[in-house]
């Protein structure tokens, strides 16, 4: 059977942090709630009849913030998936949550009816950090949801935090992240803030104060060394994890597998075709066409994309299995470029793989830049 992945947007919200450019819509009835997943349903029944030969290995819910909705809602959706799809036993399967939109009794049920991993979005342990971000937990919040999505029997629990932020320093960056490691998630996002030009962080212009690049560097490094010291891997430029509880899902993206998503904003990649929705929230709703973007990339397309996303993770490339799927030598087309990374310690090269450092992921746009200049 073929391996599949299936991304379900929920694109509501209380308020849009400062700083997000995600597909979401703020304050929205409870009856948009369930139009919204009858039209998922819909689609989701609309799309099985594609998939008859995949077996799905990962299914994530995000947003927004999903846990807006009720149990009865999310449950129902990944029921229609059960019902759908050849669903793997050990599939594994996130929801995102906001910390304070999710009870004790609210997790028990959604454990109960399968889902088996929770991402919380943390952002800071800092709470002048928080206001500035423009969110509405604070740090307490996010403690009693940890406790309770642990206590309804989660056993597999990510957490985001966000350096690079207003008020941050690489004091308060390292103590976000000591404050989360004490409570022993299995996976830990430490993502840089980017400014978006359409959000309100990207219209204050010089008026937003954000830490230096040589201090954003430092937080960067000094925080990848302290989670390593408490026990999580680096596997991916912005991602650490326990043994064993690397995010299945984004492993999907990084691989280049399959996957397909479902709601607005949402983007697929399946038999041989990228394709993504408009924000058509509306449309959606009326069971109307959004797609708004399809693409049959090239082989030489498939590969430049391939390097791009394989070497975003600690494993990078290995040469063999590039040439097995793309026909032609890695090191032959790449390695005179990577070679003079390599003695500035930004490169790697064991045995048949290249892979980038450390310091390689933190200059990782401009390797990349030059690479793939270099292989077009």
């Not at 400062?18 to 929205?28: A, I, T």
């Not at 609309?46 to 799905?56: E, L």
């Not at 430490?190 to 954000?210: I, Q």
């Not at 494993?315 to 390695?335: I, L, M, T, W």
Request: negative net charge.
């Amino acid at each position: 059977m073929k391996k599949l992945g299936l991304y379900v947007h929920i694109p509501f919200c209380r308020s849009k942090c400062l700083y997000c450019d995600f597909c979401s819509f703020p304050n929205r009835a409870e009856s948009d709630f369930t139009a919204y997943v009858d039209a998922l349903c819909r689609d989701l029944r609309t799309t099985a009849a594609r998939c008859t030969a995949h077996t799905v290995e990962t299914v994530y819910f995000g947003g927004g913030t999903p846990t807006l909705l009720p149990p009865t809602l999310l449950n129902r959706i990944l029921s229609e998936i059960f019902a759908c799809y050849r669903v793997s036993p050990d599939a594994e399967i996130t929801l995102e949550c906001n910390p304070a939109t999710a009870t004790k009794q609210a997790f028990s049920e959604l454990r109960e009816a399968g889902f088996n991993r929770i991402s919380i979005g943390l952002q800071s342990a800092d709470e002048r950090e928080l206001r500035a971000l423009g969110r509405l937990h604070s740090f307490a919040d996010f403690e009693r949801t940890f406790r309770e999505a642990r206590e309804a029997g989660f056993s597999n629990i990510s957490a985001d935090v966000m350096l690079g932020i207003p008020h941050q320093t690489k004091e308060s960056h390292l103590q976000t992240l000591a404050a989360l490691a004490a409570l022993a998630p299995e996976h830990i996002s430490a993502y840089g803030l980017t400014v978006e030009s359409d959000t309100p962080f990207g219209k204050m212009g010089d008026r937003l104060v954000l830490p230096d690049e040589e201090t954003s560097r430092e937080m960067y490094f000094e925080g990848a060394q302290l989670l390593e010291k408490l026990g999580y891997r680096q596997y991916e430029i912005s991602n650490f994890a326990k043994t064993g509880y690397e995010s299945r899902h984004n492993l999907k993206y990084w691989n280049c597998e399959e996957y397909l998503g479902f709601g607005p904003a949402a983007y697929s990649d399946f038999g041989g075709t990228r394709f993504g929705n408009s924000r058509d929230l509306s449309a959606y709703l009326e069971g109307k066409s959004i797609l708004a973007e399809s693409e049959s990339p090239s082989l030489g397309e498939r590969a430049e994309e391939y390097i791009m996303l394989r070497l975003r993770l600690a494993e990078g490339v290995d040469c063999q299995a590039f040439a097995n799927r793309f026909g032609f030598d890695f090191d032959a087309k790449f390695g005179k470029t990577l070679r003079k990374y390599v003695f500035g310690g930004f490169v790697k090269h064991t045995q048949n793989k290249w892979a980038l450092t450390r310091e390689g992921f933190y200059v990782s746009n401009t390797i990349l830049s030059e690479l793939l200049d270099f292989s077009s």
